[in-house]
């Protein structure tokens, strides 16, 4: 499969937003592109959706940008805003671990770009035993990790770097979202800090006003989605910044079931 798997280091970050501003970009370049979200939660929750300028649901969003239908980016959606292996459980049904990896490959078997969303956090758990981690590594896509810009960042994306290549998956790069377009003192630091202790190069996401397709493909255009999909090295300046790192992230495994 060619493509990226997008994670974050939490819920709510802006994970689906740079997806869809991935798809977007690429399907503008040329590129056939595919979007899966394997699991879908919350849809009982109408607050954003309904209110003027809302957003719609992830596996809509990543539709519009994608050209497809919904029901083909998300096989599983459920009501609860919950972890998904509690959403299943709480419609009485089980999460199959083999049926998300099946569905996974056979939606980038054809000849596309394909952008896989996940749910929450890399250790979320996706069934009773399976987290999302479990899933990327299944897939064996490069990720990417969608992060805050603001207090905190730092350890939250540290510790999801090192969960990564604790379960040896090959970080193409952080994106911070969203990236201002005057950032502060603290948001220059936190990523710079990312890049040297993390050893991994991060770019920034512009602010997404809307869900139009335009506003979303000038966002993703102006992230490197082309070296990060062909896996060719940052830019020298990037690299040597993300290479100078004065304290090694400790890279422990991390027990992948």
């Known amino acids: 499969m060619r493509g990226l798997f997008v994670t974050a280091t939490d819920t709510g970050v802006g994970k689906t937003v740079l ?13 056939r592109v595919c979007a899966h979200k394997p699991v879908v939660t919350g849809l009982d929750d109408r607050s954003e959706i309904d209110r003027p300028g809302g957003w719609p649901p992830d596996h809509e969003l990543l539709a519009s940008a994608a050209g497809m239908a919904p029901q083909d980016v998300a096989p599983l959606r459920y009501g609860p805003a919950v972890s998904p292996h509690l ?3 709480l419609a009485g ?17 054809e000849e596309t770009s394909l952008i896989v969303e996940g749910i929450g956090g890399l250790l979320a758990p996706l069934a ?8 990327a590594v299944a897939l064996g896509l490069p990720l990417l990790i969608a992060a805050r ?17 604790g379960a040896k998956l090959e970080v193409r790069a952080v994106v911070l979202t969203p990236w201002p377009e005057q950032p502060s003192v603290l ?5 710079e800090t990312i890049a ?38 940052p830019p020298e300046a990037t690299r040597a910044a993300s290479t100078t ?7 422990s495994s991390v027990s992948i079931t």
């Not at 089980?94 to 939606?107: E, G, H, M, N």
């Not at 948001?187 to 990523?191: C, D, G, I, K």
Request: aromatic fraction near 2%.
């Open 19 to 31: 997806s869809a501003a991935l798809l977007a970009a690429m399907a503008a370049a040329g590129e």
């Open 149 to 165: 810009p603001g207090l905190g960042t730092i350890n939250h994306t540290l510790l999801t770097l090192q969960a990564a290549r």
């Open 196 to 233: 040297r202790l993390g050893k991994v190069d991060v770019a920034g996401l512009s602010p997404v006003q809307s869900v139009n397709q335009a506003d979303l493909s000038r966002a993703g255009a102006e992230l490197p989605w082309q070296r990060w999909l062909e896996g060719a090295h």
């Open 128 to 135: 009773e035993d399976y987290t999302v981690c479990d899933l």
């Open 245 to 251: 790192a004065a304290v090694t992230l400790a890279r």
């Open 93 to 109: 049904k089980q999460i199959d671990p083999l049926d998300l990896v099946t569905r996974a490959r056979q939606a980038g078997e």
């Open 87 to 89: 959403a299943a459980a």
């Open 187 to 191: 948001e220059h630091s936190n990523r």
